[in-house]
């Protein structure tokens, strides 16, 4: 199981998007790709989910994009934040932080440090 | 802010939804490019990259969809190829297609009509200012208060005078229809005109549009006039100049005082061309108060209620019974105008719009039937979709789309045949209902009748599909070639969707039934004549052109020259025709005999003018005595022939002929006895005819005698060569309503005939829609058992048994629908006998032969199915 590419936490698909375009601007195939980079080939981002997460994030308002030419020289679409974006993006890293933190907690079992009642 | 820009983005995207297209898919082609393109740098060979980058898109396709979705344009995309794709299934399937659009448009259209003509007719208020004050006052006597008579105009004057629960009341001079020869030389043709009292536009509340009503002080045959609309623009071309012009009518100049507003119509008469003062100079009749000829409207005051009206006009009755000893039991009663009018068509409207229900709730049945067998053909083809990756949410949308085409179709045609229904129900009806000719379709109804065909389209069509989502697609794919357990629940369903059909139009066929039986019964009453081979019409002789001895000497040569005739046996004239209705009912006395002037004697006798061989022409019989003769004129004393009734009644145990009676004013000697005539059609009999001489009678008033020729050759030559005679005698005048006796008499029974030919329709297509659905659910049931019959049939069975069983399934579920179709019968013999004559509502003929003509349309039906089960080949099934 593990070392297989593994299903996206639901919800957290849009969250690494807005990361990863927090970098540069970038077309959907590069998205894909540079997730699973950074993932270590954890997560697989299948077109299917992709790109109708960049409508979505599109019609948020979060995205904008524009057609441009590729280092290949072939037509790409590419999409880049907008500052509603970046802000979603801060929204989003602060909750995941804060979740996972607790998630963490609760799967290695151990008490808060101050809240444990003997 | 984002949903602002939410909602931009989705305008948007329907607007640019082909831009979007294109740029989707050459996106996802540039990923599918750059997937394959790393693959190879990785050492794949570059078919299997491909290969591999197209299964990791996880079907091009499908991520068009979620994008489309994600998008929110996904609807129309597919709605457009839903649409499309409905269109060809339906193409592939003709017959289905137009069965349903058919049972649609039939159910839309008739009922969309038919409840515009009872909305029309029944619960449209009056066309006119405050309708509910308007009513109408009958006669009666006190003790007959059922009684609804015309009223004398010494009554009404009192009325007039004395009622203050009225703010004004009218008289309509309705007693026999006016009319009036207008133009000169060829171009001479007859109008209708009403004569009515002063007050009358101002109870309807509507006042000419130019020039003024008529006052009291022209109430004495003042030769004024109030032109209708179109009259006005006729004859003056619409010049506003007409007031005060002269319009010759019947030879006479009349003023033309004003012009009624375009599409104003009486209350209680239909098209009237022209409206002229009535004459109500008190005195001027010889009977005085015990006259009876106007019709009475009136208005009530604001304040007051019907009932308060009708407390004070039963006051001022008794007053009057005291004042006139002729009339002491006359009184009088108050109807709403509404209901007066449209009471008597209040019963044949109700029942047809219960026979139209009935129909759209069949058709509502068939639609089911049709949708849900089609949706059990296509279970597997679902299964089979769904099996192959559709989504259930999709499938079911593309069903329901296939009946949104499918009811929008048969909505379109609906409306077409609403339209034509409608004209052919104010053809059918007009003359026999009032206010249909202001029929129109009515929006509300119209989309009411569309909801409800369009919806149950759309339920019936979704079901299957719902089911089949609900289903899994494994296990009716498994089924396959084997008689589907699922099919036998809807077959129970659709069998008794077949039997309700079989009920609902076997209580329509005992509808039509009951009423062709009494059709049959009102044609063997006697009526006392021979109406066949009598051509009936009107001749009036203008006053002004023909005194009382000059319309004496013409009616009588006219009689003479048409009896001249090839082929004519007889001619002559009546004052009112047979078995029209009761006219000139005057009290009539004998002054001889046992009964001399004993109130006991006395009878309400029917009086009539005659002309001419008038007792040879309509073939009524002389018993004793003698006809009239050329002798009976002004110059003898008065003369009459009387009815074997009226002879019983006023002179029983003695020979009438000789005696002497009193009636019209004088005493009157008898010289014949004739034979009785009905009243009307359905042989109604009064206390007795006295018949006048017209010779002797003429000066009485113009009696604008009806004609009656009988002949032994055909009517419609007879017509031609009597319009010839007549020009030959004054072209001025008018040969007016031509029509065979047979005819005038049905006149009366129009709205029996209307409701018959309604009824007798629905029955039909009630019993097709019947006949389609055990057809439809017989052959599916074959279809759905074909292995069965196959096996039978290898076991030995014979085609016969086969045949046999398949009709006999079809004949139980007709035998239980004619079962509870016979309860719904029972249930509304009620409502049907008020429209039947001289048979039971439960006549035990009728009801027999209903069911046997159901039986034998359900054997027809069962037949088809029957034979195609015995055609099934045992090897081929049970391969």
Known sequence: ?118 | MSALSDIIERVRSVIFRRRDERELAEELAFHADMEAAQLERRGVSRAEARRRSALALGGLERVKDDVRDARGTRFLHDGQRDVAFALRTLARNPGFAAVAILTLAVGIGGTTAVYSAVDAVLLQPLPYQQPGQLVRLYYTDVRRKEDRGVVTPVHFLDYRQSMSSFSSVAALFLYSESGADIGTGDAVRRIRILPVSADYFDVVRVPPTIGRPFGPDEENDAPVVVLSHALWKQQFGGNPSAVGKSLTMNGRSYTVAGVMPDGFADPLAGAVDAWVPGDLRPGRDPNEADNHYLSVIARLRPDVTIARAQAELDRLSKTLAERYPRAKYASARLDPLKEDIVGNSSKPLEIMLGAVTLVLVLICVNLANLLLVRGSDRAREFALRAALGAERRRLVRQTLIESLTLAVAGDVAGIAVAYFAMRAIVAIGAGSIPRLSALTLEPRLLVFSLAVASLSALGFGLLPALRAARTQPGDILREQGRSATSGGVQMRLRQWLVVSQVALAFVLLVGAGLLIASFQRIREVPLGVRPEGVLAFELHLPDARYDSTARARFYETVAERIAALPGVVSAGGVSKLPATGDFNIWGTTPLTGPLANADRGNIAGQNRVVSGRYFDAVGIALLDGRLFDEHDDVTVPRRVIISRAAAERMFPGVRAVGQSLTTGGGPREIVGVVADVALDPQGRSGEGYVYHPHRQFAGDRNWSLVQVVRTTGSLDQLQGEVRRVIASLDPQLVMYKPMPLTEAIGRGEAQRVFTLQLLTTFACVALGLAALGLFGVLSYGVRLRRREFGIRMALGANGGSIRRMVLREGMVVTAIGVVIGLLGAVALSRVLASLVFGVSTLDPRVLASAAVFMAVVAAFAAYLPAHRATSVEPSSVLQ
């Open chain 1, 1 to 118: 199981m593990a070392g297989e590419p593994g299903e996206l936490l639901q919800g957290t698909l849009e969250m690494m998007v807005l990361k990863t375009l927090s970098l540069e601007p970038m077309h959907g195939w590069g998205i894909a790709q540079r997730i699973q980079q950074m993932s270590k080939d954890v997560f697989l981002v299948t077109q299917g989910s992709l790109y109708p997460a960049l409508i979505r994030m599109k019609r948020r308002g979060w995205l904008t994009t524009s057609w441009r030419v590729t280092e290949n020289s072939r037509r790409a679409r590419y999409y880049e934040l907008t500052p509603a974006g970046r802000r979603q993006l801060g929204l989003e890293e602060a909750s995941w932080l804060r979740a996972s933190a607790a998630v963490n907690w609760v799967m290695t079992g151990r008490l808060l440090p101050d809240g444990g009642r003997a």
